[in-house]
């Protein structure tokens, strides 16, 4: 009769819409995604590549299966150390086309404040000189940003600084570590109104696993709060330092 016939008709209509959503969903699964290991030795090649041509020599990791380690971390660490490295490679990306130079200690700091859209310290900026070792942390001492005069120091490869935490990579004399976390304390508190001078000695800092395990003579030089754009609050810290390596 016509109502089974119009049955019939619905039925292979609605069929033929349920496979063909079928077959989309199929074709989604199979087109091969780009990991996040994938996305981050792309861009640390690159980094590196452009890190090179300026004079910069940074080590990258010459295994067949690059980030190994990396990519054993769970997706969201994974996603969050990519995107902190993205904001980095933007950063020294703008650097070198706005002042032809990725050295410029100021320059990209101030870069890397308003990246991160935290704001400084008045008196802060004119005390870095370029040939500081630059490092932005939070208030969980993560570390958010370093120049490049950081990366080129080392002697460990690119993906162990970036897969790393500082202290699986450097070791320094427990006085000094208990020192330098006193003024790191320091820097939140409220009797602190700015950029002050970091009050730990002089001292040698050891690579703990690298190829060549360096040892570095560091001085260490300011450190400055910074404070989040909207709350106002102190969030995080810039330190610079300088370091020579001695063996």
């Given at each position: 009769c016509m109502i089974n016939e119009r049955y019939r008709t619905t039925c292979y209509n609605l069929g033929g819409h349920l496979k063909?959503?079928?077959?989309?969903?199929?074709?989604?699964n199979l087109k091969p995604q780009t990991s996040y290991r994938d996305k981050l030795a792309a861009l640390t090649s690159e980094f590196c590549r452009a890190a090179q041509e300026s004079g910069k020599k940074i080590i990258h990791s010459n295994s067949p299966h690059p980030f190994e380690r990396f990519s054993k971390f769970p997706v969201e660490k994974q996603k969050a150390i990519y995107e902190n490295f993205k904001i980095r490679y933007e950063i020294f990306q703008r650097l070198g086309e706005e002042t032809a130079s990725i050295h410029d200690?100021?320059?990209?700091?101030?870069?890397?404040?308003?990246?991160?859209?935290?704001?400084?310290?008045?008196?802060?900026?004119?005390q870095i000189n370029d040939t500081d070792i630059v490092e932005i942390y939070t208030?969980?001492?993560?570390q958010i940003f370093s120049n490049m005069n950081f990366w080129s120091l080392c002697s460990y490869t690119f993906e162990d600084l970036i897969t790393h935490e500082f202290y699986e990579l450097f070791r320094r004399p427990d006085a000094i570590t208990s020192k330098l976390l006193e003024d790191l304390k320091f820097v939140f508190e409220p009797e602190c109104e700015g950029t002050f001078q970091c009050k730990v000695p002089d001292h040698k800092v050891d690579e703990i696993f690298s190829p060549e395990q360096?040892?570095?003579?560091?001085?260490?030089?300011?450190?400055?709060?910074?404070?989040?754009?909207?709350?106002?609050?102190r969030v995080a810290f810039l330190a610079t330092l300088k370091?020579?390596?001695v063996n």
């Open positions: 063909a959503i079928h077959e989309l969903f199929k074709e989604a200690g100021k320059q990209s700091s101030w870069f890397a404040l308003k990246e991160f859209s935290l704001v400084p310290s008045s008196d802060l900026i004119e208030k969980d001492l993560v360096r040892t570095f003579q560091v001085s260490q030089g300011i450190i400055s709060p910074l404070y989040d754009r909207e709350t106002k609050e370091a020579e390596i």
